[in-house]
């Protein structure tokens, strides 16, 4: 028996750069944390021959090809594990809730089938590879930043080049800077689960256009500027100022990103003191990431009513747990 375990993430600036429509022109780039939210993968030999994988439901079946999980099935192809498996799926957080819960299942999975096969993979392969999983071979409309961090975790800039190659280095921030800015974050559930493929299709079809590519590469350029602002030993506030500036320019990039509701819940934060904030993910629902600094997190959180999720950053991607 494998079990691995792989962390979730929150993303502060450049959402969206990551997506091939734009990278391949402009060069991408975001800065992400991973957190001790986690998807864990119990990988386990059957007794018989069949395949069985559980997650929201269940299926058992006699071949690869007659699962109806697309990245079980395409992960178990790409390892060359064909009968004889079993594979569960338990994750701390609900999918749909915009913290990157695809990535790290494409992440984990690929990491405890090989390992299963006793094949230690590196962080930039399991990123690669659930990359190709998802985007070339089934044909999400993904990018690319959850999966490398959910593989190598921290707190990170990561940057998308033209010829599809990723750069990703650490965020070289003091540790008291980085536990102030934890304190200072809010993450509330809107209680929505929204599938993200439907709004980045729109978002994808949407990005060669002209005023598209225009508030991405503003995006990229808020990401980029953030790194150098971090390394620089910038105070945590200037979170909250990015955020706001990216969650505006965001709403501009397809029209389910946002509603009235969750326009109300943000409209109500920042009258309580946030000072800015993004709703998680593609967007339309999930989990709403405030910056508030301490004195006034309680104000907050009694305007919006919603049930916050504590959370830490974590230093580690995925990782093998369990062997047995």
């Known amino acids: 028996m494998i079990i691995t375990r792989t962390p979730f993430r929150l993303s502060f600036a450049g959402g969206g750069t990551d997506l091939a429509d734009f990278y391949r ?13 986690y ?86 392969d399991l990123a690669q590879e659930a990359c190709r999983i998802e985007i070339e071979i089934i044909g999400e409309p993904v990018g690319k930043q959850d999966q490398y961090i959910a593989a ?8 998308f080049n033209a010829d599809d190659t990723v750069f990703t280095e650490p965020i070289i921030w003091s540790k008291k800077n980085r536990a102030e800015l934890n304190r200072n974050l809010l993450l509330l559930y809107t209680g929505d689960k929204r599938p993200a493929s439907h709004i980045l299709k729109e978002q994808k079809e949407n990005t060669r256009q002209a005023d598209s590519m225009a508030c991405l590469e503003k995006m990229r350029d808020m990401a980029l500027d953030l790194r150098e602002r971090l390394n620089n030993k910038a105070a945590p506030d200037i979170l909250g100022e990015t955020m706001h500036r990216g969650w505006v320019l965001k ?7 946002s ?3 969750l326009d109300g819940y943000y409209e109500k934060a920042l009258g309580a003191g946030a000072l800015g904030g993004k ?35 974590e230093p580690e991607g995925s990782k093998i747990i369990y062997v047995v």
């Open 259 to 261: 509603n009235t509701r």
């Open 279 to 313: 709703v998680s993910g593609a967007g339309g629902g999930g989990f709403l990431l405030l910056y508030c600094p301490g004195d006034r997190r309680a104000a907050v959180k009694e305007a919006l009513g919603l049930k916050e999720q504590s959370f830490s950053f």
């Open 25 to 37: 022109l402009k060069t991408g780039a975001v800065v992400s944390t991973a957190i001790d939210k």
């Open 39 to 124: 998807m864990y993968i119990v990988v386990n030999r059957r007794f018989d021959d069949s395949i069985r994988v559980s997650y929201s439901r269940t299926e058992i079946v006699n071949s690869v090809d007659e699962l109806r999980h697309p990245i079980a099935r395409e992960c178990l192809k790409l390892v060359g594990i064909t009968r004889g498996i079993e594979i569960v799926s338990i994750a701390d957080i609900p999918a749909g809730a915009g913290l990157g819960s695809s990535g790290s299942f494409t992440v984990g999975l690929l990491n405890a089938l090989y390992a299963y096969r006793g094949v230690l993979k590196s962080a930039e």
């Open 152 to 159: 190598y975790g921290g707190f990170r800039h990561i940057q």
């Open 251 to 257: 709403k501009q990039l397809a029209s389910r990103i």
